[in-house]
């Protein structure tokens, strides 16, 4: 978690602690939602929050150009999810957009972090 952003890592350095100071570590990382690239330097020794990550599988219900509509196969809670930002992804869900006779045969694996949703990988049966 940086600024209140869940992010993924994409590198890490460490440079050498000084005569009376700590090692430093820089992590480049960037955020899953709105995937800009943020950096942090910190003590080596520092904690760092990690989100909890709630995955599961939904039907898509609907599909408007603002959102998506999904529910958990599981609790059969239903609610919008964003556009995801990977492209697959997207032209994944517009050809379904195109052809709603194929919703009923896809579902979506989608993670929760953050109480913020994202929708992680599209799937036929």
Request: net charge negative.
């Amino acid at each position: 978690m940086v600024d209140e952003e869940p992010c993924i890592i994409k590198s890490t350095e460490r440079s050498k602690s000084g005569k009376h100071g700590h090692a430093k570590v820089r992590v480049v990382c960037v955020g899953m939602f709105d995937n800009n690239k943020r950096s942090l330097t910190i003590p080596s020794g520092h904690v760092v929050d990690t989100p909890e990550i709630i995955k599961g599988n939904a039907q898509i219900n609907f599909i408007e150009d603002a959102s998506i509509n999904i529910m958990d196969l599981e609790s059969y809670e239903s609610f919008d999810v964003d556009w995801p930002q990977d492209e697959d992804l997207k032209k994944k869900l517009k050809v379904l957009q195109e052809e709603p006779s194929k919703i009923s045969t896809t579902q979506v694996e989608y993670w929760q972090m953050a109480g913020k949703t994202l929708i992680n990988r599209v799937f036929s049966n």
